[in-house]
Structures are given as structure tokens and as C-alpha cells.
Nanobody, 124 residues
Framework: QVQLVESGGGLVQPGGSLRLSCVAS????????MSWVRQAPGKERELVAE????????TYTDSLKGRLTISRDNAKNTLFLQMRSLSPEDSAVYYC?????????????????WGQGTQVTVSS
């Protein structure tokens, strides 16, 4: 059974830090590009950070650069997101996503999985 299970969210004061984790099972995480996506109430989902399958390249949304570090441990099938200097605007549900583009003789298709999310609330 394919699963992505996020953890590490919670209530944190402004300026604080959190480390989110996402544990994968049922599929070979090492073959998938991974990302963190967040969604605040009343807003669209926003890509936060991405990391390639081998962990050699990372990308961050401009507004969050310098405050986030995305990393992965393929041996432990786990994705991480270290967040620093949090503000109330960072409050959202954070989801992890796994994506692999599969090419066959019929063309390309995406193999994609989502976790159920972990709530991050930044408030004093």
C-alpha cells in the first residue's frame, strides 16, 4: 500500500522553527522527485520546496528562500523540511508530494502521490 505520512507540524511561536518529516512506504522513494506544498485556508496550494530524486538539486519558492531547507534520506524513505524564522503567514497545512515521470512507448505519464498533510500554526 502506497503511503506518504507527514509529521512534525504543530503550534510554534513567531520566530520559531519546525522540522517536518514525510515517511514513504509502498513505492521506491529514491526514484521520485519530492516536494513540499502548503495550503492556507482560503488560498491555493503553494509549492514550497523541491528536491530531485538523488537529492542533488533543490529549489525553493522565492519568498521562502533562506528560511527553509529541504532534504531527503532515501535509505530511510524519508523527506524533511527544516523551517526557520516562522511567521503567522507560514501557517498552513503542509503536504509532501512524490512525482516520477514515466516514459513508455505510449508516451509519458506522471506517477504521483500525496500525503494527508500536517498542520503548522504560527501564533503567539
Amino acid at each position: 500500500q502506497v503511503q506518504l505520512v507527514e509529521s512534525g507540524g504543530g503550534l510554534v511561536q513567531p520566530g520559531g522553527s519546525l522540522r517536518l518529516s514525510c515517511v514513504a512506504s509502498g513505492f521506491p522513494l529514491r526514484l521520485y522527485d519530492m516536494s513540499w506544498v502548503r495550503q492556507a485556508p482560503g488560498k491555493e496550494r503553494e509549492l514550497v520546496a523541491e528536491v530531485t530524486s538523488a537529492g542533488l538539486s533543490t529549489t525553493y519558492t522565492d519568498s521562502l528562500k533562506g528560511r527553509l531547507t529541504i532534504s531527503r534520506d532515501n535509505a530511510k524513505n524519508t523527506l524533511f523540511l527544516q523551517m526557520r524564522s516562522l511567521s503567522p503567514e507560514d501557517s498552513a497545512v503542509y503536504y509532501c508530494n512524490a512525482l516520477r515521470v514515466i516514459t513508455t512507448t505510449q508516451g509519458e505519464h506522471n506517477d504521483e502521490y500525496w500525503g494527508q498533510g500536517t498542520q503548522v500554526t504560527v501564533s503567539s
